[in-house]
């Protein structure tokens, strides 16, 4: 065989082994492509899956946040509706002094109170518009008027060592408990029953028709706030 036809036999040959070589290079990359972009869609499918849960999550954290604070907006605005009833029946005690439920108070517990002392001498404080409201009073009784209070009186010993309190103001005081559940039932428990409120009726009822009203009012605009706030969460 001539040299010539062995090269070019040889070159045939050669260009034949790399055609083959190339192809199967071909091959191995398409399917290298092939396999990369099945991972590529697996970690796209998985970090989209991820991704959704995340903002699901946090979805439902400002869903459960504005929800909180719609409650907290609301036990505010609740609490703040009965701090002002409570302030606006202790502005309204000169009023309960015009009530006859007023003199027969201050007469009945002078009474009662005048019994805890036995036969002590004493000094009875009260408002000199008060005077007349008192009830028939032992010999060792005198009456001051000389009392810088709201209404009632404050009942003690001549030498001071023991005194007995029974101004508005302190009777207030020592019922706000009783009177901060019986305002939040009035104004929030709908369907209950009336209840007594004795000596601070008329006071009470115009106070909790005044703060329902304007409770009410002040509960929409809180609440409507707070709407807000959870379509906004929700977006």
């Given at each position: 065989m001539g040299?010539?036809?062995?090269?070019?036999?040889?070159?045939?040959?050669?260009?034949?082994?790399?055609?083959?070589?190339?192809q199967?290079?071909?091959g191995?990359?398409?399917?290298?492509?092939?396999?990369?972009?099945?991972?590529v869609?697996?970690?796209k499918?998985?970090?989209?899956?991820?991704?959704?849960?995340?903002?699901?999550?946090?979805r439902?954290e400002?869903?459960?946040w504005?929800?909180?604070e719609?409650k907290?907006?609301i036990?505010?605005?609740?609490e703040?509706a009965i701090n002002n009833?409570?302030?606006?029946?202790?502005?309204l005690?000169?009023?309960?002094?015009k009530s006859?439920?007023?003199?027969?108070?201050?007469?009945?517990?002078?009474?009662?109170?005048?019994?805890?002392?036995?036969?002590?001498?004493?000094?009875?404080?009260?408002?000199?518009s008060d005077?007349?409201?008192?009830?028939?009073?032992?010999?060792?009784?005198?009456?001051e008027?000389?009392?810088?209070?709201?209404?009632?009186?404050?009942?003690e010993?001549v030498?001071?060592?023991?005194?007995i309190?029974?101004?508005?103001?302190t009777l207030?005081?020592l019922?706000k408990?009783?009177?901060r559940?019986?305002?939040?039932?009035e104004?929030?428990?709908?369907?209950?029953?009336?209840?007594?409120?004795?000596?601070?009726?008329?006071s009470?009822?115009?106070?909790?028709?005044?703060?329902?009203?304007?409770?009410?009012?002040?509960q929409?605009?809180?609440?409507e706030?707070g709407?807000?706030?959870t379509?906004?969460?929700?977006?």
């Open positions: 040299i010539e036809k062995l090269t070019g036999t040889l070159l045939k040959e050669a260009e034949s082994e790399a055609e083959k070589i190339i199967a290079a071909e191995h990359v398409k399917k290298m492509k092939e396999d990369e972009r099945a991972k869609a697996v970690l499918a998985d970090a989209e899956t991820e991704v959704a849960k995340i903002l699901n999550e946090q439902n400002r869903l459960a504005a929800r909180l719609g907290r907006i036990s505010e605005a609740k703040d009833a409570i302030e606006d029946i202790f502005s005690l000169k009023e309960i002094k006859k439920e007023y003199s027969a108070f201050l007469s009945r517990n002078i009474s009662a109170a005048l019994k805890e002392f036995g036969d002590a001498k004493l000094i009875i404080h009260i408002e000199k005077k007349g409201l008192l009830p028939k009073l032992p010999q060792n009784c005198s009456v008027t000389d009392l810088d209070k709201l209404g009632g009186a404050v009942i010993t030498d001071g060592k023991m005194k309190d029974l101004t508005l103001e207030v005081d019922k408990d009783d009177l559940r019986l305002v939040a039932k104004l929030f428990e709908e369907g209950q029953n009336r209840k007594d409120f004795g000596l601070f009726g008329n009470i009822e115009f106070t909790i028709q005044r703060e329902r009203k304007e409770q009410e009012k002040e929409e605009g809180k609440e706030k709407a807000k706030k379509r906004k969460g929700e977006s």
